[in-house]
């Protein structure tokens, strides 16, 4: 990568503490990132080793939820944000700790863990909650991305959009992840112009995953979901190289995505 791209990652790691064990810190020093967000952290800072909470080389920051050992997102940054914000200015979502929204110069970087629309009962119970969260999220970004600001939303989105994001979709149409009312919110995301970055240069790709179910086999077998995204606003767009599926990535039932930028998208 040339000195003049920057590299962003989002990583769902399926708990820090646990990451950590599987080589997380080795692999974010070999993986040319500058920005490294990760979601369901579900650590606080004090139940993390001094290495894990300040490694060598990276400026991190941690948003927790009020449960013990639930959700939570973090970043591991190269050089220090300008600003860090986590809140949607509802206690509702802001307990949860799903958002981080970060600014490097004239980049935000907004790191979100979507809420899963099933409850404790594999039930749609949080569907409504879900996507309350997205719509919530939606407006408050909407006035600076129509301002042309760039802007870059990434995660786990917890929803696939399109038949080609899943290895079984009509098995999981009634599944929370691939009901109808949540693949429209996408849609709405889209049409009001946010760019899922990795679809821009792969419309037709099949067979690409970023999430297997834990069961034996599952991820040999490839039988997975493409839940974690990198979307850009319009301002954003310009500045955009690349984006990745790093689906060899092992550590997490996640794999990382990234995409690579002009380093100019920082610039006023």
């Not at 307990?95 to 899963?116: C, H, I, K, S, T």
Request: with cysteine.
């Amino acid at each position: 990568m040339s000195e003049a791209s920057m590299r962003v990652y989002s990583w769902n790691i399926n708990g820090l503490r646990a990451a950590a064990k599987k080589g997380l810190l080795q692999w974010l020093n070999g993986c040319e990132g500058d920005v490294v967000c990760v979601q369901e952290s579900r650590a606080r800072p004090e139940q993390l080793t001094a290495e894990v909470r300040d490694p060598d080389g990276w400026h991190t920051h941690l948003v927790c939820a009020e449960k013990l050992g639930y959700s939570g997102v973090g970043v591991f940054s190269k050089a220090r944000w300008d600003a860090v914000s986590s809140t949607l200015g509802e206690e509702k979502f802001d307990r949860e700790g799903r958002v981080q929204d970060l600014r490097f110069g004239a980049l935000r970087v907004v790191n979100v863990y979507f809420p899963n629309g099933s409850g404790p009962n594999r039930d749609h119970s949080r569907v409504r909650y879900k996507l309350k969260f997205y719509r919530k999220l939606f407006e408050l970004l909407e006035p600076a991305k129509q301002a042309g600001e760039r802007i870059l939303v990434l995660g786990d989105f917890n929803t696939a959009h399109r038949q080609i994001d899943l290895a079984r979709p009509k098995q999981n149409a009634k599944t929370s992840g691939f009901l109808m009312r949540e693949r429209k919110e996408l849609t709405r995301w889209q049409s009001a112009g946010w760019v899922d970055t990795w679809r821009h240069f792969e419309p037709r790709t099949k067979d690409r995953y970023t999430w297997w179910s834990q069961r034996f086999g599952i991820r040999a077998k490839n039988v997975g979901w493409r839940l974690d995204f990198v979307y850009a606003s319009p301002g954003a767009m310009p500045f955009l190289q690349a984006a990745a599926i790093h689906d060899d990535v092992m550590g997490s039932d996640h794999c990382p995505v990234s995409v690579t930028l002009d380093r100019a998208i920082l610039a006023p």
